[in-house]
Nanobody
């Protein structure tokens, strides 16, 4: 079992930056496929970014490419999402997720472990 706790959300002006963090309870977290998802009010949870266990493969939602960067620190059992040039449409609750296997995946059903989410609000 892996417990995930996100932090780093908040209120930011459009064009600004935030870095989300996800702390994992288990050292096996470093070997697992990991991802960030988000859910805006009235919408389904959607994929944002993913990284495989080795850290060699990443995928991004098209609309965040070039603005968001997913990374991890295995020594600290941490996952990060650096978000730059934030837009109004990036506002959502952001969730950290992990899979039981190393591959990077882009659908919610592929993930077994979820954090509680952290709110990102973008103002104009």
């Amino acid at each position: 079992q892996v417990q995930l706790v996100e932090s780093g959300g908040g209120l930011v002006q459009a064009g600004g930056s935030l870095r989300l963090s996800c702390a994992a309870s288990s050292r096996t977290f470093s070997t697992l496929g990991k991802g960030w998802f988000r859910q805006a009010p009235g919408k389904e949870r959607e994929f944002v970014a993913t990284i495989n266990g080795a850290g060699s493969t990443t995928y991004y939602k098209e609309s965040v490419k070039g603005r968001f960067t997913i990374s991890r620190d295995n020594a600290k059992n941490m996952l990060y999402l650096q978000m730059n040039s934030l837009k109004l449409e990036d506002a959502a609750v952001y969730y950290c997720a992990a899979r039981t296997t190393p591959a990077a995946k882009v659908t919610t059903k592929e993930y077994q472990y979820w954090g509680q989410g952290t709110q990102v609000t973008v103002s104009s």
